[in-house]
T-cell receptor
């Protein structure tokens, strides 16, 4: 079975500050990990994904995430927040041989001017 | 490419009425997913298809919900009869093949309100 937890349902950062959104996963097999972003009144779109290649994954809009097997984590970071980063962020897990992607509960990011 | 297309974008109906949500996946994608998003339950997978065949419908909440995919370019999610607790945003997503590492492309969603 696979699962995802996201620490913090809501995170606020100042514009220009570091963004850190936490994700921990559980998987009985090597996982595939994803971060999706959802802007208001839109569907989800992929930010980045880890599929067992490099552990540091770079995505769109300056985001990156690092896969840490020992910590079962896949935290999302961005060095400097922009107002346009305000959105809902979802971490998700899947694995080879599994068709379904399991989404976490989401973290709402607010950026304060 | 136009992306995943969903219609209607908004639907308001009365309890007991039939509701049909529609989805056109991205051309060339052969996996299609229906999700429901609510504040209480987050994003839930209802059903997914591969090559127009339903693979897993374990997320469909009850018999009032049904989904079809008559061809590679069209799918419907039907609720009959609808209830207020069905109010949610329903997303359709598609991906190229059923590989677990494949990105899912989401439509803009249908916001359903059942009065």
């Amino acid at each position: 079975a696979q699962s995802v937890t996201q620490l913090g349902s809501h995170v606020s950062v100042s514009e220009g500050a570091l963004v850190l959104l936490r994700c921990n996963y559980s998987s009985s097999v090597p996982p595939y990990l994803f971060w999706y972003v959802q802007y208001p009144n839109q569907g989800l779109q992929l930010l980045l994904k880890y599929t067992s290649a490099a552990t540091l994954v770079k995505g769109i809009n300056g985001f990156e995430a690092e896969f840490k097997k020992s910590e079962t984590s896949f935290h999302l970071t961005k060095p400097s927040a922009h107002m346009s980063d305000a959105a809902e962020y979802f971490c998700a897990v899947s694995a080879k041989g599994y068709d379904k992607v399991i989404f976490g509960p989401g973290t709402s990011l607010s950026v304060i001017p | 490419d136009a992306g995943v297309i969903q219609s209607p974008r908004h639907e308001v109906t009365e309890m007991g009425q039939e509701v049909t949500l529609r989805c056109k996946p991205i051309s060339g994608h052969n996996s299609l997913f229906w999700y429901r998003q609510t504040m209480m339950r987050g994003l839930e997978l209802l059903i997914y298809f591969n090559n127009n065949v339903p693979i897993d419908d374990s997320g469909m909440p009850e018999d009032r919900f049904s989904a079809k995919m008559p061809n590679a370019s069209f799918s419907t999610l039907k609720i009959q009869p609808s209830e207020p607790r069905d109010s949610a945003v329903y997303f359709c997503a598609s991906s190229f093949d059923r590989g677990a590492s494949n990105e899912q492309f989401f439509g803009p969603g249908t916001r359903l309100t059942v009065l």
